[in-house]
């Protein structure tokens, strides 16, 4: 089966039309969203780190 390309371009620019594209604020606000949860995932597995670290110095006596 073939499609010929003016075909397959009108098709595309079809379901192009289709889209809806969040607005400006909707994108801000997530991706505020985003930056605020990586950072506080980020903090926190900093945090669990060095308690773990800290837990495992204590148990084998390695000091620091």
């Known amino acids: 089966m ?3 390309p003016a075909k397959f371009l009108r098709d595309v620019r079809a379901e192009a039309k289709k ?4 607005s400006r604020h909707n994108t801000l606000v ?3 969203a985003v930056v605020v949860m990586a950072t506080v ?3 926190f ?3 669990v780190d ?3 670290g800290l837990g495992i110095r204590q148990l084998f ?3 620091g």
Do not use: E
Request: charged residues 0%; hydrophobic residues 45%; glycine residues 14%.
């Open 50 to 52: 060095q308690i773990i």
């Open 41 to 43: 995932t980020s903090v």
């Open 30 to 32: 997530t991706t505020g």
């Open 61 to 63: 006596g390695l000091g």
């Open 45 to 47: 597995f900093f945090l």
């Open 19 to 22: 889209v809806t594209w969040p």
């Open 2 to 4: 073939q499609v010929h």
